[in-house]
T-cell receptor, first 113, second 111 residues
């Protein structure tokens, strides 16, 4: 059974710092991995999608990498800003046999001004 | 292009009452999902659909029913609400197993 873990559960950093959020999964037979952002009281906003054949994706100050063999993905945020404060979740889909996304429980990020 | 919309945004029910949550998407997505989000539990899949007229159970389907009569709509029903169903409900859609898009959520309280 696929399990997705995000450590740490919470993180506080000063503004301007570069930071890395981690996502680990137990079954490497994934189809794709998606990173989301969730602001308090809001829905999830898609940040980046990495397909299983890709190693990384970039969007602005965000860069997500994928290492299927080690069961890990990282989300790198450059030059963090207070507006980046939110909960970040990752989700994976399996290569076959299911149409479901399995979510991690998220990392709550606070960027201090 | 509204994306994924959910109705209503908030609702308070008494135990035993019924209600239907409506999800609509205008992206012509085949797959649609209903999740609930509870503190400390993360997102849990209730039911999902891979096409018009088809539905399937997720992790926590008990106490809920769904229907997908039209491709753009996915309904979640609670026949007899219980306090344990107090939660935030999210609908999502995707073009097969690609990028998943979420609605803004429905905050439901059952007293």
């Amino acid at each position: 059974k696929q399990e997705v873990t995000q450590i740490p559960a919470a993180l506080s950093v000063p503004e301007g710092e570069n930071l890395v959020l981690n996502c680990s999964f137990t079954d490497s037979a994934i189809y794709n991995l998606q990173w989301f952002r969730q602001d308090p009281g809001k829905g999830l906003t898609s940040l980046l999608l990495i397909q299983s054949s890709q190693r990384e994706q970039t969007s602005g100050r965000l860069n997500a990498s994928l290492d299927k063999s080690s069961g890990r993905s990282t989300l790198y945020i450059a030059a963090s800003q207070p507006g980046d404060s939110a909960t970040y979740l990752c989700a994976v889909t399996r290569l076959s046999g299911t149409y479901k996304y399995i979510f991690g429980t998220g990392t709550r990020l606070k960027v201090l001004a | 292009n509204a994306g994924v919309t959910q109705t209503p945004k908030f609702r308070v029910l008494k135990t035993g009452q019924s209600m239907t949550l409506l999800c609509a998407q205008d992206m012509n997505h085949e797959y649609m999902y209903w999740y609930r989000q509870d503190p400390g539990m993360g997102l849990r899949l209730i039911h999902y659909s891979v096409g018009e007229g088809t539905t399937a159970k997720g992790e926590v389907p008990d106490g809920y029913n769904v229907s997908r009569l039209k491709k753009q709509n996915f309904l979640l029903g609670l026949e007899s609400a219980a306090p344990s169903q107090t939660s935030v409900y999210f609908c999502a859609s995707s073009l097969r197993l690609y990028e998943q898009y979420f609605g803004p959520g429905t905050r439901l309280t059952v007293t």
